[in-house]
Nanobody
Framework: QVQFVESGGGLVQAGGSLRLSCKAS?????MAWYRQAPEKERELVAI???????NYADFVKGRFTASRDDIKSTMYLQMNNLKSEDTAVYYC????????WGQGTQVTVSS
């Protein structure tokens, strides 16, 4: 079964940037970033397909950019102009997601 390992999170001030990485153990047609804030449901943030198409949730459009390097089986999420409401654990998976999730990477944005 495919496994995902996320990295790149951290503490950043509002307006700052972070770049997340997700290493998959296989090739995924449609990879996706999700996030889960405390006491909230997990939500879809962005998707990137093998064909090079991307799509974003309205709340990150214009600020986040998803990309992938399929030679490395890695997906990235460039996050700019971060806001306190972006604070969450970020996960990657396929879309629709597999039942098994990685450990995620914590992003904390201080205001």
């Amino acid at each position: 079964q495919v496994q995902f390992v996320e990295s790149g999170g951290g503490l950043v001030q509002a307006g700052g940037s972070l770049r997340l990485s997700c290493k998959a153990s296989g090739t995924i047609v449609t990879m996706a970033w999700y996030r889960q804030a405390p006491e909230k449901e997990r939500e879809l943030v962005a998707i990137a397909t093998l064909a090079g198409n991307t799509n974003y949730a309205d709340f990150v459009k214009g600020r986040f950019t998803a990309s992938r390097d399929d030679i490395k089986s890695t997906m990235y999420l460039q996050m700019n102009n971060l806001k306190s409401e972006d604070t969450a654990v970020y996960y990657c998976n396929q879309s629709p997601p597999l039942a098994t999730w990685g450990q995620g990477t914590q992003v904390t944005v201080s205001s």
